[in-house]
């Protein structure tokens, strides 16, 4: 009922910035919350952050507190994952996920809609 389209991705060096957006289409009003993962090759799919959408409280994995925020737009029904100071190791397939349910929000499993993922490479 719900699709996700992720974009933004692309290839920056160290330092630099990227925003990536997620945008939601279908029966939306439901959703609980919306987050981010990423996974790199050869690794685990990881949380990364998530906004919780009754009152936009987000939550931030350790490895990118103070670097990258997320923020929404309700009317274009669009999250966006804004990226700073990016390093070598936030080098990842990125995915846009949705839930309607009350889930753990660092975790992948209770989220029952994904957007295909946006490349994001930083070079040294």
């Known amino acids: 009922q719900v699709q996700l389209v992720e974009s933004g991705g692309g290839l920056v060096q160290a330092g630099g910035s990227l925003r990536l957006s997620c945008a939601a289409s279908g029966r939306t009003s439901s959703t609980i919350a919306m987050a981010w993962f990423r996974q790199a090759p050869g690794k685990e799919r990881e949380f990364v952050g998530a906004?919780?959408?009754?009152?936009?409280?987000?939550r931030y994995a350790d490895s990118v507190k103070g670097r990258f925020t997320i923020s929404r737009d309700n009317a274009k029904n669009t999250v966006y994952l804004q990226m700073n100071s990016l390093k070598p190791e936030d080098t990842a397939v990125y995915y846009c996920?949705?839930?309607?349910?009350?889930?753990?929000?660092?975790?992948?499993?209770?989220?029952?809609?994904w957007g295909q993922g946006t490349q994001v490479t930083v070079s040294s």
């Open positions: 996920a949705a839930t309607d349910r009350i889930v753990v929000v660092s975790t992948r499993y209770g989220y029952n809609y």
């Open positions: 906004i919780i959408w009754s009152n936009s409280n987000t």
